[in-house]
């Protein structure tokens, strides 16, 4: 059974940091791209950022460029986001997603697999 399972959303300030984690298992990490994607309140899902398992390369979205650093450790099958200088428009839900290897963008629509979800509110 594939499995993302999404940590460390909690209520922080404007300009603080977070870092979510993404604990991915039932299937095999180096041959899917990892994606990061947001929800907020009456919005469309919004892709954050994506990390290749094969090859390490990245993609992040031009709102969080700058801010945002997504990282992998293929052996614990672990997928960070760390996020700094946070803003309230950062306010969201955040997905775990995972997408096959060939694919290396921010379409939802890609992305075969997400877990449930971590809330990140950012107070001014």
């Known amino acids: 059974e594939v499995r993302l399972v999404e940590s460390g959303g909690r209520l922080v300030q404007v300009g603080g940091s977070l870092r979510l984690s993404c604990a991915a298992s039932g299937f095999t990490f180096g041959d899917y791209t990892i994606g990061w994607f947001r929800q907020a309140p009456g919005k469309e899902r919004e892709g954050v950022s994506c990390i290749s398992s094969a090859d390490g390369s990245t993609y992040y979205s031009d709102s969080v460029k700058g801010r945002f650093t997504i990282s992998s450790d293929n052996a614990k099958n672990t997928v960070w986001l760390q996020m700094n200088s946070l803003k309230p428009e950062d306010t969201a839900v955040y997905y775990c997603?995972?997408?096959?290897?060939?694919?290396?963008?921010?379409?939802?629509?890609?992305?075969?697999?997400w877990g449930q979800g971590t809330q990140v509110t950012v107070s001014s």
């Open positions: 997603e995972a997408a096959g290897r060939d694919y290396h963008g921010l379409a939802h629509n890609n992305y075969d697999y």
